[in-house]
Structures are given as structure tokens and as C-alpha cells.
């Protein structure tokens, strides 16, 4: 008799305890908001996305400490059509352990992070390097729903891509900054603001 092969058909994966609802919304960018320059702190994040799976390891750097912490994260959004909330696990790991987990497939993203404070929020700002150079997203949190749903888009930002797929960092991880332009044109998506990008 064969050993079973687990299939997505035949797998139970149930909720887990552990994770826990991430609301964000996701602002394309031109670039850095004004009152920030590269110069100024920030943190240096690679994320090696898992090929085929729902897993990332991140690899977060302090430049000015040289201090790492190094994340294990499940994240998806239980409605593919509503990006803007997902289910995130995080197990922190030590050095050892993530080479080990390092040997698997990945699809890696570089960028540079900074925080932002714009209208008693905290933003995170992304500058995209390697592949996806030019590229700047900012991110912001919330608490509940209601304030997700009511956020008014930030001036500093020129699109709100909360809901536009290739913009998830496990699509970005496949794609290069050029990729992302011929997507958005093809699909007549944001016409007006890949002519910003393209005027940049």
C-alpha cells in the first residue's frame, strides 16, 4: 500500500490561533514624501518569498546598529478580492535557523523602509532596489474597520493600490519595475500615474 500524497484537496488547514488580522491600505508613490531623504534612517528589509507557497522569510537590518531580526511569516488574505485584510503568523528566528530555512526556492525583494508620520498615523515607506528600482509604495495599519474603510487617500501618495494584486509583495518578488508599467498600461489601470512615473 502507497504512502498518501497530500494534495490541497485532501489537506485540512485550519485557522490558526496564532495569527492575527493585519489591516493595511497601499499607496503608490512618486517617491519619498516631502520631510524625507534617502540619508535619513531607515531599515534594510530582503524578503525571500517562498516559491508556490504562502511563506516569506524577511531579513530586517539596522544600519546603524548592524543588528538583524530575522521574521518566518504566513500571510494571505482569506478574500482574494479584499487585499486589505490579510491573516499574518510570525515566528522570529535565530541565525541558525535561517540558514537552514535559506536552502528553499525563493523569489527575493530588496528595499529600503522608513517611517513616516502624516496625519497621526505611522507609514511605512518602501524604496524598491535591484529589479524594482524606481519603485515606492507606502503602507499604513489600523486597528479596526471602520477606520480602514474610512482612511482618505494621503497627498503624498498618487494611487491607492490596496486592491491591485501585482503590488502584493509575493507578485512583486516575480516582477521587475518595467513589468509593473506594462501591467498597469495593459490593463488600463492608472493610466495617469505611470505618465508620472514615466515623466520621473
Do not use: C
Request: glycine share 4%; net charge negative.
Amino acid at each position: 500500500m502507497g504512502v498518501a500524497k497530500l494534495t490541497d484537496l485532501n489537506t485540512i488547514v485550519p485557522d490558526s490561533k496564532y495569527a492575527r488580522v493585519e489591516r493595511e491600505r497601499r499607496y503608490l508613490l512618486q517617491d519619498l514624501p516631502e520631510g524625507l531623504n534617502r540619508a535619513d534612517h531607515h531599515f534594510q528589509i530582503t524578503d525571500n518569498y517562498l516559491t508556490s507557497t504562502r511563506l516569506r522569510i524577511r531579513k530586517l537590518r539596522d544600519p546603524r546598529t548592524n543588528k538583524w531580526t530575522v521574521k518566518f511569516t504566513q500571510k494571505y488574505a482569506p478574500d482574494p478580492n479584499d487585499l486589505s485584510r490579510t491573516m499574518i503568523t510570525n515566528i522570529y528566528l535565530n541565525a541558525t535557523e535561517a540558514e537552514i530555512l535559506s536552502v528553499f526556492e525563493a523569489n527575493e525583494i530588496r528595499k529600503n523602509r522608513y517611517r513616516f508620520e502624516f496625519g497621526g498615523r505611522e507609514f511605512s515607506i518602501d524604496m524598491f532596489l535591484g529589479d524594482l528600482f524606481g519603485l515606492v509604495l507606502a503602507e499604513v495599519s489600523f486597528e479596526t474597520d471602520a477606520e480602514l474603510s474610512s482612511f482618505p487617500q494621503p497627498p503624498f501618495a498618487i494611487a491607492d493600490v490596496t486592491n491591485v494584486e501585482i503590488f502584493t509583495g509575493g507578485k512583486l518578488s516575480e516582477l521587475t519595475f518595467e513589468d509593473i508599467r506594462t501591467a498597469i498600461e495593459q490593463n488600463g489601470l492608472l493610466l495617469q500615474e505611470v505618465n508620472s512615473l514615466r515623466a520621473s
